[in-house]
């Protein structure tokens, strides 16, 4: 049996609605009728074949979060069966078929049951946020209750997300934000800081009595990335999965602080650690549901044929919020 997926023949090439082989899962993978493909900024880099630490071989589908219906169960399956709505984030890198496709057969330790107050939609906008910012913010952190937290870009994609995750946890939560996006920072219950108006000293003196941030969430990278080191707490701990170039540690170091690194793509990448994706999306969902958390999405729709646009809606910084593809 075939299906239709975008196909990308070279890099930065045009994705072309092709027919392709519809898989059939294999031992522990279920066969998900996906019904949105959500897009990260990671998305657009893979295409372009800049993202070294993220290799996906030619010809190549893409899409890394999505959201759908199973179809059919593999060998040894025993936790879905078919037409349980999923989400997860389960290809689009490694030689791993993405999800700009009518159906994936994907590893059903990746998978979660969609929470039931999302649309296939905004389930498709999670998983990797998500995953993200939990592994920085509960896997590496520890955050507990009333400790303080900073966001830098508290309404981008893992970054509002952060936000919502830190609260859920009782957290006192901070968030740099663009005076376009304060409103929106605030109405997620974080104090909004205009990082262009206020430099690091400056904020941290006002906010925290100069004392600091006990955790720092990095969603930036680069220069966000040593103003972290510069704005946590003396025994603090800063998160980033953005931690390229070259970064001096002394004021780390000269606050006694500790820095940890998030590699979302490793249990994709390597086949490890693949069930802790399913269990924390479970954790998601059961935040969703308690109204704890909800995505931001960007509010133009896109289906395959304008796939292209969903793209640029991104390379173009033209999103407001998470984009997502809808399959038809």
């Not at 030689?95 to 296939?120: C, R, T, W, Y």
């Not at 955050?143 to 859920?168: D, E, I, M, P, W």
């Not at 969430?217 to 953005?242: E, P, Q, R, Y």
Request: glycine content about 12%.
């Amino acid at each position: 049996m075939s299906m239709q997926a975008l196909v990308l023949s070279r890099y930065d090439g045009p994705l072309e609605l092709t027919e392709i082989a519809r898989p059939s899962p294999v031992e522990g993978q279920v066969l998900v009728r996906i019904a949105a493909s959500g897009l990260n900024p990671l998305d657009t880099k893979i295409r372009a074949g800049s993202a070294g630490h993220a290799k996906h071989p030619l010809p190549l589908v893409l899409g890394i979060d999505m959201a759908g219906v199973v179809e059919a169960v593999g060998p040894g399956v025993s936790a879905f069966k078919p037409g349980d709505e999923v989400y997860g984030m389960t290809g689009g890198v490694g030689g791993i078929q993405g999800s700009l496709a009518h159906h994936a057969a994907v590893d059903a330790d990746l998978l979660a049951l969609k929470p039931a107050n999302l649309s296939m939609r905004e389930a498709a906008a999670l998983p990797l946020a998500f995953i993200t910012s939990y592994a920085g913010i509960v896997d590496r952190a520890h955050l507990q209750a009333g400790q303080t937290v900073l966001v830098h870009g508290g309404a981008g994609g893992v970054g509002h997300v952060s936000v919502q995750l830190a609260l859920a946890l009782g957290a006192q939560v901070f968030a740099t934000a663009s005076s376009r996006d304060r409103d929106y920072v605030a109405q997620l219950g974080a104090t909004p800081i205009d990082y262009r108006a206020q430099s690091v000293d400056q904020y941290v003196q006002a906010l925290t009595q100069g004392k600091g941030f006990e955790l720092v969430v990095d969603t930036v990278g680069g220069a966000t990335l040593d103003a972290s080191f510069a704005a946590v707490k003396h025994f603090g701990h800063v998160v980033s999965a953005l931690g390229w170039g070259n970064h001096a540690l002394a004021p780390l170091s000269f606050r006694e602080a500790s820095y940890s690194g998030v590699f979302t793509l490793y249990p994709l990448l390597s086949g490890e650690h693949r069930k802790h994706h399913g269990e924390m999306l479970r954790e998601a969902t059961r935040l969703v549901e308690a109204g704890k958390l909800s995505p931001r999405l960007d509010p133009r729709r896109f289906e395959l044929a304008s796939a292209e646009l969903a793209y640029e809606a991104i390379t173009g910084g033209t999103a407001r919020g998470k984009v997502v593809v809808e399959i038809a």
